[in-house]
């Protein structure tokens, strides 16, 4: 977000001559409020003075930047003011504060004030630059100065002049999905090139695993003639406030694109609005499956880091660890292997409290943030373990709603205490006493009978169980029916049972394997584009990104996702037949050597992924037919 989109002229004073500090902040908080940037002006100096307590925001240098990131802040924004004679702002160098930029953020804005924070202190380490500042004579000249800075240090963000010149580009569209990694990309890919064919000027935002990419300016946002959001998790959309906006799964950014495209040129969409400061994100359906689907994601994507990363430690643990040594502490006998279960552990632990969490913050916001967490924790203590931690999530987040409407009532001096203190007591108490008293008998008891049914499956219940897991992986790759098979996976490993996921891991791998396969030995059936992607799903497959099967699937699903499903399912059910088991929740053929019956696994593997092969040459027609 650029520093000329969010200062305008009204918030810009040269030449101020503040006595005190206190003075300062009172000149710029009125500059901020003659911008149209708060809703209350009281309320963001009393964040702002909050931040100031826990340190001076005068970083020396002559430099003060200021901020808040309260819900006193309508829109994001900045006010300026030079001081040539200097002020005393307790700067850490104990010099006088001449060039002054408050930041504005809102409570629910992402991190716009880091962001901001960051460019504002790239561009002010140049002397030249600061000078140039204090010795502009009027507010144009002190735009431009800034303008001309950023478009040197920040070149690549200028390279499409044409569309900024001319106003800005005709469709802006959001794209991102539960992990980041593939869908959020390619509807983005598929987007931006069916906007070229159709001679329509797009821009793309990702909010991959990495963060949000290309980023869409608020002067983009301005001129835009529609907005489109594919997601299949919570974007920032207070941002589109007032603009005809379609929110849509990510699914359709890949296989709707062209429909997605006309309707936004056309206007064909419902104007989008913030109520209340509060984002709303919804398919044009209404609430339904798909917002119960977007609140999960949501949970499950920033769970992922957590079981990622802590699972293939602990499963380290294991590798690295000797079992002679005390077969009662496998994992922990050696220093290095103690050190990996502990952080792995720790890591892990995080799982179900974060899952919980982020559900109910998708459904009410940042308060029921923390009544999530601790449902979910609550429910990781209780044994009602995954399951307890989903209803936790769904339960708190609809227990801040419901808060809400009540505490709605209370005067209006009150608004204040609600986020700290009224929302997280009455929300804590009664999650803990839903969680205690109802879920975790309830949910332990089933999760009791599951974990006891499966160790009684026979041979040939489990072979079956591993057929439908690594199948659900293959049906729409990436999908809800792919993320159920996952999470059920993932769920498995914290109770125990780790067969569970090495089918569903071997389930993810076979599709984009067997794609590259059939491009290589069946070359009459793949466009030239289509073999020069299939070499690529070599390195997906093998990582386990099922993913890169969908470009394949959407341009022929009939024959690619049967043969796909068919193919993986072979390979579950043999990864069960051979108890191959699996403790690390990622990394394809990168934790190989932690899996158990790892060569029957790699069998079943290249088993699975030569009948998909197989299949997709027997079935798909010859291109030139």
Do not use: W
Not at 337 to 351: I, N, P, R, T
Not at 526 to 554: C, D, H, Q, R
């Amino acid at each position: 977000m650029k520093i000329t989109e969010l200062l305008s002229r009204e918030s810009i004073q040269l030449g101020a001559t503040p006595k005190s500090k206190s003075e300062a902040i009172d000149t710029l908080v009125d500059l901020m409020e003659k911008g149209g940037k708060l809703n209350d002006r009281e309320g963001y100096k009393k964040g702002v003075l909050e931040r100031e307590a826990s340190g001076t925001t005068g970083i020396g240098e002559g430099i003060a930047i200021p901020h808040a990131k309260v819900e006193a802040v309508k829109y994001p924004g900045l006010s300026s003011m030079t001081v040539p004679e200097g002020v005393d702002y307790e700067s850490l160098d104990g010099e006088p504060s001449k060039l002054f930029f408050m930041i504005a953020a809102p409570a629910e804005g992402g991190d716009v004030h880091i962001e901001v924070l960051q460019r504002l202190s790239m561009l002010l380490m140049n002397e030249n630059f600061r000078n140039d500042l204090l010795n502009a004579k009027d507010v144009d000249t002190y735009l431009d100065i800034i303008d001309k800075a950023e478009r040197e240090k920040f070149a690549e963000e200028y390279e499409d002049e044409t569309h900024q010149n001319s106003g800005g580009y005709d469709v802006l569209a959001v794209t991102a999905c539960p992990t980041g990694i593939a869908h959020t990309f390619m509807a983005a890919e598929n987007l931006a090139t069916k906007g070229k064919e159709k001679g329509i000027s797009i821009k793309v935002e990702t909010n991959g695993s990495g963060g949000a990419k290309n980023v869409l300016t608020a002067e983009e946002i301005k001129n835009a003639k529609c907005i489109i959001v594919a997601a299949d998790k919570k974007v920032e959309m207070t941002r589109f406030n007032g603009k005809k906006v379609i929110v849509t799964k990510v699914a359709d950014g890949i296989h709707k694109a062209d429909e997605l495209l006309d309707r936004a040129v056309a206007g064909d969409a419902p104007v989008f609005h913030a109520e209340g400061g509060a984002e709303e994100q919804q398919t044009e359906k209404g609430k339904g499956l798909h917002t119960v689907y977007v609140d999960l994601m949501n949970g499950v994507s920033n769970m992922l880091p957590f079981v990622i990363g802590g699972g293939i430690l602990i499963a380290l643990a294991f590798l690295f660890d000797n079992y002679e040594i005390n077969p009662a502490n496998f994992g922990s006998n050696t220093p290095f292997a103690a050190f990996l279960k502990q952080v792995g552990d720790s890591a892990f632990a995080f799982m179900l409290p974060v899952l919980a969490g982020f559900i109910a913050s998708s459904i009410g916001d940042r308060p029921a943030l923390a009544v999530g967490f601790v449902g979910g924790y609550l429910a990781k203590e209780g044994g009602s373990g995954f399951l307890g931690a989903l209803a936790a999530g769904f339960i708190a987040g609809y227990l801040i709603l419901a808060l809400k409407k009540i505490f709605d009532k209370l005067p209006q001096s009150l608004e204040g205490i609600k986020p700290v203190l009224l929302y997280p007591l009455c929300g804590i108490f009664l999650i803990g006493a839903i969680i205690i008293f109802i879920i975790n008998p309830i949910v332990g008891a089933i999760n009791t009978a599951l974990f006891n049914g499966l160790n009684s499956m026979g041979s040939s219940s489990k072979i079956l169980l591993g057929v439908i897991l690594a199948g659900m992986m293959s049906i729409d790759m990436g999908g809800p029916i792919n993320k159920a098979a996952y999470v059920f996976g993932t769920a498995s490993i914290t109770e125990g049972n780790y067969e569970m996921m090495a089918a569903v891991m071997i389930g993810g791998m076979v599709p984009p394997l067997a794609i590259a396969l059939a491009t290589t030995f069946f070359k009459n059936k793949f466009t030239e584009a289509e073999k020069k992607s299939g070499v690529v799903n070599y390195i997906m497959g093998l990582s386990f990104i099922t993913e890169g099967a969908i470009p394949f699937a959407a341009s022929d699903p009939i024959h690619v996702i049967p043969s796909c499903a068919i193919g993986a399912a072979v390979a579950g059910g043999m990864s069960m037949f051979f108890n191959c088991t699996l403790m690390a929740p990622h990394g394809g053929l990168f934790v190989l050597p932690v899996i158990g019956n790892s060569v029957m696994y790699l069998v079943s593997l290249v088993v699975g992924s030569l009948i998909g092969m197989v299949l997709l040459g027997i079935l798909k027609k010859p291109v030139n037919q």
